[in-house]
């Protein structure tokens, strides 16, 4: 098994994600991890039973209904959802489950590991603010896909 580092490290370079419990809400981690993921160029999709659009984007009913499999599953959510979202993310192909600080389950987990996901219990925040990618520097992204280009300058985007 790879020590958390190392895992922390393979995994932020991939560029397709799904948030778990991503929310419209500013005040919410949900809403903050969408909206950094995107503004960073990941592909994101957010994932909330509950609403059909986050920050103006498609919002996914279940992990099921993606239009492709992400790499990683940022969970968002309380810790008792937990189980059911890891048997989710394991049957739509995805490789990692990355745990924010307080949707941690140990049952979660274990079961997640025992079915050949990778487990990260931190905070991408964080993680994204200590690995910064200097400008141009593509994620782990198949040459063939393109993605969004950030605004050069936040004060004139048009968003």
Known sequence: MQDMNSLIEKYVN??????VGASNSRAKYGNRIYLKL????????????????IEGDTAYGSLADLPE??????????????PAIVE???AAGAQA??????????????WAQAHGL???????????ALMPRPEGTELNRPPSRSRPTP????TSSTR
Do not use: H
């Open 14 to 19: 991939e560029p397709v994600w799904a948030v």
């Open 88 to 90: 989710q993310a394991k």
């Open 151 to 154: 605004s050069p300058d936040p």
């Open 118 to 128: 990778d487990v990260i219990e931190a905070c991408i925040l964080v993680q994204l």
């Open 97 to 110: 489950i990355w745990f924010q600080p307080g949707a941690e389950s140990a049952a979660a987990a274990r």
């Open 69 to 82: 499999p992400p790499t990683v599953i940022n969970m968002v959510v309380p810790p008792v959802e937990a």
């Open 38 to 53: 995107r503004e960073a160029g990941y592909t994101v999709y957010p994932v909330n039973r509950r609403e059909r659009l």
